[in-house]
C-alpha cells in the first residue's frame, strides 16, 4: 500500500507533457494571433475613416468656393467618402471581437496621426523651409510619439481571450465589480449633467466627461455586440439569447446621446481641443471599463500593464502635440489645410 501511494505522489509530481505544454504554447499564439488581426482591422478602419472625413470636408469646401450648383450628395466625391467612411467603421465594429478592448480603443489615436499626416500633404500654401519646420515641429514630434505609443500599445496589450456567449455576457454584467462601477458612473454621470444643464456648467472637461463616461458603455457594448454576431456568423448562434439586444439597444442610445454631447461642445470648443482632451479621457474611461467587465488585465505581468500604460501616456502626449497646432477651426474647414479663395474684387 506505502508503495503504490508514494507511486501515486510521483505521478502527481511529474512535469507537464510535451504535449500540454504545446497545447499552451499554441493557444497562446492563437490568442496573439486574434490581438493582431484585432489591431489591424482597428488600424485600418480608423485610417480610412480620417481618409473618407477628409474627402467629405474636402467635397464641400471645393463646392462652397465654386459656382457650381450642385449639392453636396450629388458628387461622386461625397460618396466616395460616405462608402470609405462605412467600410472604415465596420473595420473598427469587427476589430471589437478579436481583440482585448483595452487594445482596440486607443487605436483610435491613428485617426489623429493620419489627418496630421494628410493635411501636411495636401497643404496648397508654399512654405520656406524654416517656417515649415517651425509651423510644424509639434505635429512632426506628435506624429512620432502617437507611432511609438501605438507601438507600445499593441505589444504589451492584454492578452485575454474570452467567447463573448450570452452567458459570458450575462455573467460579467450581474458582477459585483460592474454593477459597483456602473453606480459610480450613473451617479457621476447625474452629477455632471446636473452642473452641466442647471449651473450652465460649460467646461469643455464637464462636457468631455460626460462623453467619456456614456463611450465607455458605448464599447463595452459594442464589444458584446460584435462578438456574439461573429459567434453567431461561425455557427454558435448568440441571437436568441436577449441579452444581444439588450446590449445593442444600448450601444445605439449611448452611442446617440455621446453624439449630443459632442455636437454642443463643438458649437463652444476648437475642434482640435475637443480631439485631444476626449481623446484622452474617453480612452481612460473606457479602458477602466474593459478592465472591469471583461477583466482585461486579470493574470497580466505586472511590466506588461507597466509598459502599456506608457504606452497609453505617450499616445496622449502625441495627440495633444498634433491638435495643439491645428488651426481654428472654419465652417467645413477639413482636417486638410487649404488656400482661401482669391478675392474676386483684387485684381
Not at 486607443?106 to 496621426?113: E, G, T
Not at 501616456?313 to 481654428?328: C, D, H, M, P
Amino acid at each position: 500500500m506505502d508503495g503504490a501511494h508514494s507511486a501515486g505522489l510521483q505521478l502527481q509530481q511529474l512535469p507537464p507533457t510535451s504535449s500540454s505544454m504545446s497545447l499552451s504554447s499554441s493557444e497562446a499564439s492563437f490568442s496573439y494571433k486574434e490581438n493582431l488581426i484585432g489591431a489591424l482591422l482597428a488600424i485600418f478602419g480608423h485610417l480610412v475613416v480620417s481618409i473618407a472625413l477628409n474627402l467629405q470636408k474636402y467635397c464641400h469646401i471645393r463646392l462652397a468656393g465654386s459656382k457650381d450648383p450642385r449639392a453636396y450628395f450629388k458628387t461622386k466625391t461625397w460618396w466616395l467618402g460616405l462608402l470609405l467612411l462605412l467600410l472604415g467603421e465596420l473595420g473598427v465594429f469587427a476589430s471589437y471581437a478579436f481583440a482585448p478592448l483595452s487594445l482596440i480603443v486607443p487605436l483610435s489615436a491613428v485617426s489623429v496621426i493620419a489627418s496630421a499626416i494628410i493635411g501636411i500633404i495636401f497643404i496648397k500654401e508654399k512654405w520656406k523651409p524654416k517656417d515649415f519646420v517651425r509651423r510644424y515641429v509639434l505635429s512632426f514630434v506628435g506624429c512620432g510619439l502617437a507611432i511609438v505609443g501605438t507601438y507600445l500599445l499593441v505589444t504589451f496589450a492584454p492578452n485575454s481571450h474570452e467567447k463573448m456567449t450570452g452567458e459570458n455576457i450575462a455573467k460579467h454584467l450581474v458582477s459585483w465589480p460592474f454593477l459597483l462601477y456602473m453606480l459610480v458612473v450613473i451617479v457621476l454621470f447625474c452629477l455632471l449633467l446636473y452642473f452641466y444643464k442647471e449651473r450652465n456648467a460649460n467646461s469643455i472637461i464637464v462636457i468631455l466627461l460626460l462623453v467619456a463616461l456614456l463611450g465607455s458603455m458605448t464599447v463595452v457594448t459594442v464589444k458584446a455586440v460584435a462578438g456574439m454576431l461573429v459567434l453567431s456568423i461561425q455557427g454558435n448562434l448568440q441571437l436568441d439569447y436577449p441579452i444581444f439586444y439588450v446590449m445593442f439597444v444600448c450601444m445605439v442610445a449611448t452611442a446617440i446621446y455621446q453624439a449630443t454631447f459632442l455636437s454642443q461642445a463643438s458649437q463652444i470648443y476648437d475642434s482640435s481641443l475637443i480631439a485631444s482632451i476626449g481623446y484622452i479621457l474617453s480612452t481612460t474611461a473606457a479602458i477602466t471599463a474593459g478592465a472591469i467587465f471583461y477583466l482585461d488585465f486579470l493574470g497580466e505581468e505586472a511590466l506588461h500593464i507597466c509598459l502599456f500604460a506608457l504606452g497609453c501616456l505617450i499616445a496622449f502626449l502625441g495627440v495633444f502635440l498634433i491638435t495643439r497646432n491645428r488651426k481654428k477651426a472654419i465652417p467645413f474647414e477639413p482636417y486638410i489645410s487649404m488656400d482661401a479663395m482669391p478675392d474676386e474684387g483684387a485684381g
